[in-house]
């Protein structure tokens, strides 16, 4: 048996099939690793890499030792220090085992294995069985994108697209063609020369000396056939046909008013970020319109609905009015899959509650593919909750939760956006 060793360096990226096996098999680890450094992390670096610690005891490799094996007579002999019933104390310093954590005096401690998570790692990690519930491939007037299929066989093309077996088939039917009557003609030749001689003729007879030469002329013509002619090639065709596409919009309406602090204006911003990275990431035709809201609603760019500090008054049913101006004038229905996600403290006039109620039930619901309503709020749930629960009741496609801190973020944020299963 023969034993190879490389012992050549690794290159840049060289290592990457090791890699992704070593992600696939800890990936629970990872996974939360990841979530508690989502919980953890600013604004402006949620989408970094991240240095994964891993307990060493979860990569441990399982061994196979020999036992003692047989029959064996030990005797241990006792101490001079304790007596039965005795209790033991611990050890200074932990001891000689493998622990956990930093070792103290005299003992032996082993570290976590830390695994550094790219960017793109981590991003992958992040948004792993998340989609936009609901989405429908429904544009095919004026799609980009096209898909290359099939289209038989031409006479002309590229090398590369030479079909083989295609053309060496051309080829056999072409030298079978053209020389049918050639090779017919030598079997009537040679039945003749055969019944001549059976009849008693002479080699020399000029009948069957004039049919072999006839025979020999037309083998020479059969022969000087080509194998393979320009004729005979035939090359693969292709053409690109447009498919349907999946052109989807998100409306963003966060609440700016004066009862949103600026913690909980930092935790509707986390939402949004993480939402926004994971519609950039994953699709490829999206559209984001942007949405602040007080007394008034405008539309914004992103740099507004971020960092912008203007605040006042709450009037809820002004942001979902002009989402309603939004969708009808820009985002047809017919060619746009409209989703919509809205985070607010819950704080509005109760007379206002009952109208944004309507509002997604009666106009804006029938536009949308999918609703997701947060509220931000460790307090007790005023009028616009309750409302919105009467949305939820009416409406299979609008979905709702409440975030206290940080730490909801994300488990908030895949629950409203966990694959949905196909029925």
């Not at 990841?34 to 989408?47: G, M, P, Y």
């Not at 059976?198 to 030469?213: F, H, K, L, P, W």
């Not at 206290?404 to 908030?412: N, R």
Request: glycine share 8%.
């Amino acid at each position: 048996m023969s034993h190879f060793i490389d012992r050549r360096l690794n290159g840049k990226h060289k290592s990457a099939v090791n890699r992704q096996r070593f992600i696939r098999r800890y990936k629970d680890q990872l996974k939360r690793s990841v979530a508690e450094a989502v919980n953890q992390r600013s604004i402006t670096n949620v989408d970094s890499g991240e240095r994964v610690g891993i307990p060493a005891r979860d990569i441990a490799e399982p061994v196979f030792q020999h036992g003692p094996g047989g029959t064996r007579e030990l005797v241990h002999p006792g101490n001079t220090d304790f007596l039965a019933g005795d209790r033991l104390r611990r050890p200074e310093g932990g001891g000689q085992g493998s622990g956990q954590g930093r070792a103290g005096k005299g003992g032996r401690g082993e570290d976590d294995f830390v695994f550094e998570l790219s960017r793109e790692e981590f991003m992958d990690l992040l948004f792993e069985d998340l989609a936009l519930p609901n989405l429908v491939r429904n544009q095919l007037m004026g799609a980009t994108e096209f898909k290359t299929v099939r289209a038989g066989y031409s006479t002309e093309g590229s090398p590369s697209n030479i079909d083989v077996v295609r053309s060496l088939k051309g080829a056999i039917a072409r030298r079978t063609a053209l020389g049918a009557s050639a090779r017919a003609r030598i079997r009537e030749l040679e039945d003749e020369i055969e019944a001549l001689l059976a009849e008693g003729a002479s080699d020399e007879d000029a009948r069957i000396r004039e049919g072999r030469e006839e025979i020999d002329r037309l083998r020479t013509r059969l022969a000087a056939l080509p194998f393979i002619d320009t004729f005979d090639l035939r090359y693969q065709s292709f053409t690109r046909l447009p498919e349907p596409t999946s052109k989807a919009v998100m409306l963003c309406i966060m609440d700016v008013s004066g009862s949103m602090d600026q913690a909980r204006k930092n935790l509707a911003k986390r939402f949004f970020i993480l939402l926004y990275l994971f519609l950039q990431r994953n699709y490829d035709q999206i559209d984001l319109v942007f949405i602040r809201h007080h007394t008034i609603a405008q539309e914004v760019d992103e740099e507004e609905f971020f960092y912008s500090r203007e605040t006042g008054g709450t009037v809820v049913s002004s942001a979902l009015e002009l989402a309603d101006e939004i969708v009808r004038e820009r985002y047809d229905p017919a060619i746009w899959n409209v989703y919509a996600a809205q985070a607010s403290d819950g704080d509005n006039w109760d007379s206002d509650s009952v109208i944004c109620r309507d509002l997604l039930i009666e106009r804006l619901l029938p536009l949308m593919r999918y609703y997701a309503y947060i509220e931000i709020t460790p307090r007790q749930h005023q009028s616009l909750w309750y409302a919105y629960r009467e949305v939820q009741e009416a409406s299979t496609h609008f979905a709702m939760q409440e975030i206290a801190g940080a730490e909801d973020i994300y488990p908030v944020f895949r629950e409203l956006f966990k694959r949905q299963e196909v029925s």
